[in-house]
């Protein structure tokens, strides 16, 4: 993202925040909210402490289709411009400050690094003089040890830098890879950097071995998915996904080849197909803004994992 496109995702006037802050909400129960603030009442540490165990959560933006990016110019696939809007982007970092780590990949980190790339950088954003340093604060206030989570890396490959950023953060950085490359020289250079690089698979990372990883190995609490759909799979497969996280834009993303777009699950499936997952929360915003500053409404979704709802 360009310099005016990340001011225009995080600054907001008063008077913008006054008109784009209220929603109807339609489940648990009918009535009007707040924006800002909604995914932080949601308290996923407390869920995660109720239950008795580690809480995984992801957080999509998507179009009615589940069409959640497109290829540019340069055939790197981006969350369109029609579905990008303040309002989401909010309540993702909300999401993301709840979290005492998250789960990125290689290919995210590879983007980063790469001036052309025009990816959103959601690794430093709580850090001082970044755009949500407020909930990096909040982070503190609320009993966190570091302004921003921990990082998780899944990767079949460790020919990636990690950025420099993340070691000045004072953040554990974990990688997770197949079992040979986590014994090899390239791994052993990360470990003598601080990096922990864990063996997950024999092919690739294994879902379920990762986050038992994260969860009984390491203590952490709450965990977010922030990366792409194949990531989303291996949780899905595991079944290791608690909280799926929704924002439904209410159009629908026009292209002619198929193979130019990304959708949030293989074969066009949406989430309310998936049947271990029940719709628990609704909000409609009927006058959001988007990056072309034409007005859309959408919809904030909450899918739990029915057996997650089960026990608590």
Do not use: C
């Not at 006054?18 to 129960?29: A, C, G, H, N, Q």
Request: aromatic share 8%; hydrophobic share 40%; charged share 25%.
């Amino acid at each position: 993202m360009n310099a005016d496109a990340n001011k225009w995702m995080t600054d907001m006037t008063f008077q913008e925040l006054i008109e784009s802050d209220k929603l109807t909400r339609v489940f648990p129960e009918k009535g009007q909210v707040s924006l800002e603030g909604l995914y932080l009442g949601q308290r996923l540490v407390d869920m995660s402490v109720n239950m008795g165990r580690t809480l995984v959560v992801t957080d999509f933006l998507t179009d009615r289709n589940g069409v959640i990016a497109k290829a540019d110019e340069r055939h790197d696939f981006r969350v369109p411009l029609e579905l990008r809007n303040k309002s989401d982007w909010r309540l993702f970092q909300e999401l993301l400050a709840q979290a005492d780590v998250i789960i990125s990949s290689e290919a995210y980190l590879k983007r980063l690094l790469d001036p052309g790339s025009q990816v959103e950088d959601v690794l430093s954003q709580f850090e001082p003089g970044k755009g949500f340093e407020g909930l990096g604060k909040w982070r503190l206030d609320a009993g966190y040890r570091k302004r921003s989570p921990d990082l998780a890396i899944v990767s079949r490959s460790l020919d990636f830098e990690v950025p420099e950023m993340l070691f000045g953060s004072g953040r554990q950085i974990t990688i997770f890879t197949t079992n040979s490359l986590a014994r090899s020289n390239q791994a052993k250079a990360l470990a003598s950097s601080g990096v922990i690089v864990v063996g997950s698979g024999q092919a690739g990372v294994e879902g379920k071995r990762m986050i038992d990883t994260l969860s009984d190995g390491m203590d952490y609490r709450v965990i977010m998915m922030a990366t792409g759909p194949a990531v989303l799979q291996l949780l899905l497969e595991a079944r290791r996904l608690d909280l799926f996280y929704v924002t439904e834009a209410q159009l629908e993303i026009p292209f002619d080849d198929p193979a130019s777009v990304k959708r949030i699950l293989p074969e066009g499936k949406k989430v309310n197909q998936l049947k271990e997952f029940s719709l628990t929360h609704q909000y409609i915003q009927e006058k959001a803004v988007n990056e072309y500053g034409s007005q859309i409404s959408q919809l904030f979704l909450r899918y739990d994992r029915k057996s997650t709802l089960a026990s608590h």
